[in-house]
């Protein structure tokens, strides 16, 4: 059967048909959005990956270590350090790279907030060593790291080629004191030590167990650990928070047997803490400058790259919370016994940023760990509120 053309009445009512439903299907979504107001959905996507350079940083390689077990390490400075004059540089910014070992990036990122500081710019030195993989092409006859085993303190391999095994904590250790040094820096009163995420990881295990902070103190420098978003917390008891928000029990090892143990904890604490008195490791730590950066909406407990074992599940769910969580906890031991530890430690939740290392040390409380109270931020710096003691 032959269908009847199309009328000039019809093909107009058609139309208008046609355009009611667009309209209506246009402003449902609005009218649903406006009714059901939905909650802000996890940041489930990775930072967004910066443009591929034309000319690629090129990293120095840096001697360090003892006479006798010498090693090399990549290192991205902003100075030639083999040929520049040091002696006018009076502070120095160390980052760490996170878990993707992408060191130049940190490096970028520092030396962008260093040049956005005039002041800072003529007198800082930045640095960022690169923990290489085994597998990485490129750093033939260096330290180098199975995975991520880095960032607990593990030693560098062992093989053909390679340096003697090192671990990562004596790498920051040689790498400090290799900065304390009078002739070559002869004007230097300060070092950032700061890390992101796995770097936070090293860096707060560091902060903890090492026994140079006394040493550079004594002669007369200052140094500052920044810990930004760090999967988990070495913990200096066996007290872990409780479920119900109450404070902290010890975990229920049924649960998980070895949530105490290091990396978590400090059973079986590494080789290089093995001169460490663990009994006093708090006082100490509490006694060290400090400085806490956690993402306000880092608090995805299904992002790919925070650590789900038990013994930091045993922490919180996500890092915001073990962040939180691990500041609280200070607190509480810094409150114990008949007088209180005194606690040098700052803590600030950096507003709407997530796991993101170049947003979080460009904060406003960011720029300021890293480069001093009066260092200026960007006029888009993510603003900072300080973590205060629960009931205070």
């Not at 199309?6 to 979504?29: E, F, I, M, N």
């Not at 810990?227 to 998980?256: F, H, M, Q, V």
């Not at 810094?334 to 904060?363: C, Q, T, W, Y």
Request: overall charge positive; proline content about 6%; some cysteine.
């Amino acid at each position: 059967m032959r269908r009847a053309p199309a009328t000039s009445a019809s093909r107009t009512w058609l139309a208008r048909g046609l355009a009611a439903s667009l309209v209506a299907a246009l402003l449902a979504p609005l009218g649903a959005r406006a009714q059901t107001p939905l909650p802000d959905p996890y940041d489930y996507d990775e930072a967004t990956p910066a443009p591929k350079r034309a000319v690629p940083l090129r990293w120095q390689a840096v001697e360090l270590g003892r006479p006798g077990h010498r090693y090399k390490m990549p290192v991205y400075a902003n100075r030639d350090l083999t040929k520049d004059d040091l002696r006018g540089i009076k502070h120095v910014l160390v980052v760490i790279h996170g878990v993707k070992r992408d060191a130049d990036h940190y490096f970028e990122t520092a030396a962008e907030l260093v040049a956005a500081n005039p002041a800072r710019a003529r007198d800082t030195l930045v640095l960022a060593p690169r923990f290489s993989g085994s597998i990485d092409s490129g750093f033939g006859g260096m330290a180098a790291w199975r995975k991520a085993s880095w960032e607990d303190g593990a030693d560098s391999i062992q093989a053909t080629g390679r340096p003697a095994p090192v671990s990562s904590f004596q790498v920051l250790d040689d790498l400090l004191r290799s900065l304390d040094d009078r002739k070559r820096l002869a004007s230097l009163a300060g070092i950032v030590l700061a890390g992101h995420s796995a770097g936070a990881q090293l860096v707060h295990r560091y902060a903890v167990l090492n026994n140079t902070d006394g040493a550079l103190r004594r002669d007369g420098l200052t140094l500052r650990y920044v810990i930004a978003n760090p999967s988990s917390y070495l913990y200096l008891t066996n007290e872990r928070p409780r479920a119900d928000g109450k404070g902290y029990a010890p975990y229920e090892r049924g649960i998980c047997p070895t949530y105490n143990q290091y990396k978590y904890g400090t059973d079986k604490l590494p080789a290089y803490a093995r001169e460490t008195d663990d009994s006093r490791l708090f006082v100490r730590y509490a006694a060290r400058d400090v400085v806490y950066l956690l993402g306000g909406a880092d608090n995805n407990p299904e992002h790919r790259l925070l650590d789900k074992a038990c013994g930091a599940e045993a922490q919180g769910a996500t890092r915001l919370a073990r962040g939180t969580g691990y500041v609280q906890y200070e607190h509480v031991l810094a409150a114990r016994g008949a007088k209180s530890v005194p606690l040098r430690h700052a803590s600030f939740e950096v507003g709407g940023v997530g796991h993101d290392s170049k947003r979080m040390f460009g904060s406003i409380c960011g720029v300021r760990a890293l480069l001093g109270e009066d260092a200026q931020a960007g006029s888009t710096a993510a603003a900072c509120d300080i973590i205060k003691p629960r009931g205070k």
